[in-house]
């Protein structure tokens, strides 16, 4: 629908269990109620609810970036960043030591890459979690994964809205990040106010809609 893009492929240990969680979600964003969507289901696993809904939102905006990646270029976005107030660096990996500036593209995809890697890794996202409480390395990989996502978020927000629009995709998108900082919120999973400074107007706006504050 969206193009293609990467996708996260849960191990075999954990697909079932992921599904199951990932349809009970589903049924209840379907139904409208968002706040109700990203709350913990009564007697599920914390750590799998965190890493079913990480996976679907890594998907999700591969999916949504994928429609407008042949828009994203070096020279269309020779930076990655979400208006002229915000630049992201990236640092990673032996080639990254230091932040550096690289064209959105290129940022998005090395990011990507890293959720992959980070998600492939069983000491952080095992087959089957032995505890419901979350250990403070998962939930600073976490909270890392959705920092970087909300970035995407901006990018696409502050630089390819109008072709989203044209291709018909905006309302996923605002479905989609709706959804995301919600369960952000729920879970304290992007602890710095100043990290929604590109979409505050947005973020107020969906605050207003579910009588919340920050």
Request: charged share 25%.
């Given at each position: 629908m969206f193009g293609k893009s990467k996708t996260f492929k849960p191990r075999k240990g954990t697909a079932s269990?992921?599904?199951?969680?990932?349809?009970?979600?589903?049924?209840?964003?379907?139904?409208?109620?968002?706040?109700?969507?990203?709350?913990?289901?009564?007697?599920?696993?914390l750590c799998e609810w965190l890493s079913a809904n990480t996976i679907d939102f890594f998907n999700q905006v591969n999916m949504l970036y994928g429609a407008v990646s042949d828009f994203c270029t070096s020279t269309s976005c020779p930076t990655m960043s979400a208006g002229s107030s915000y630049e992201y660096l990236w640092q990673g990996g032996k080639d990254y030591p230091k932040p550096t500036?690289?064209?959105?593209?290129?940022?998005?995809?090395?990011?990507?890459?890293?959720?992959?890697?980070?998600?492939?890794?069983?000491?952080?996202?095992?087959?089957?979690?032995?505890?419901?409480?979350?250990?403070?390395?998962?939930?600073?990989?976490?909270?890392?994964?959705?920092?970087r996502l909300f970035r995407v978020y901006a990018h696409m927000y502050h630089s390819h809205l109008d072709k989203l629009s044209q291709l018909g995709i905006e309302p996923h998108l605002n479905t989609g990040?709706?959804?995301f900082y919600l369960f952000a919120r729920e879970f304290k999973l992007i602890e710095d106010r100043k990290e929604f400074g590109p979409l505050m107007q947005i973020i107020e706006e969906i605050n207003k809609t579910y009588g919340l504050k920050f």
């Open positions: 269990r992921t599904l199951e969680l990932r349809k009970g979600g589903q049924a209840t964003l379907n139904a409208g109620n968002l706040k109700a969507a990203v709350a913990l289901p009564p007697g599920e696993n500036a690289v064209p959105a593209s290129k940022y998005i995809e090395l990011l990507m890459a890293w959720i992959q890697d980070v998600l492939d890794d069983t000491k952080l996202f095992p087959d089957v979690f032995t505890s419901d409480t979350p250990s403070k390395e998962l939930m600073a990989a976490l909270r890392t994964i959705f920092k990040f709706k959804h």
